[in-house]
């Protein structure tokens, strides 16, 4: 939203900047080829003003854009690097669970192994 009126601010300041300076020029008592340079001279002076503003916006934007490029790259890396322990730790969380659910299994084989000794030996 800030570019927005940041841009708007701008066009504003332009738009501003000629009428005041036609303004002026329209009022001042010159005569009509001199009024006509004038208008010339300051339309060019107001033109360069907006190029140079342009540039200066336009590097200011490619800077901020490019540092946030690498701000993003920077975070996916760090997601990346998060997930791929997150997923080492669930699978060590799963064998440990399976083992475990394997020598329960054992133990119980075991005790009904032991179960049936007893009960066929009785």
């Given amino acids: 939203m800030a570019e927005n009126d940041e841009g708007g601010f701008v066009k ?12 002026g020029m329209l009022f001042a008592p010159k005569a009509g080829k ?18 140079n503003l342009y540039s200066e916006t336009r590097t200011k934007a490619g ?13 996916i890396k760090e997601a990346n690097r998060h997930l791929a322990e997150a997923r080492q730790k669930a699978k060590e969380v799963l064998r440990r669970s399976e083992k475990k ?5 054992a133990r119980g084989a075991g005790k009904r192994e032991a179960e049936e000794t007893t009960q066929a030996g009785v």
């Avoid at 504003?12 to 303004?23: H, Q």
């Avoid at 001199?34 to 190029?51: P, S, T």
């Fill in 12 to 23: 504003g300041f332009l738009i501003g900047s000629i009428m005041g300076v036609l303004a």
């Fill in 34 to 51: 001199e009024l006509r340079e004038d208008i010339k001279q300051k339309g060019e002076e107001v033109f360069d003003e907006a190029k």
């Fill in 63 to 75: 800077v901020i854009l490019e540092d946030a490029r690498s701000r993003a790259e920077e975070i």
């Fill in 101 to 105: 659910a394997g020598e329960e299994e």
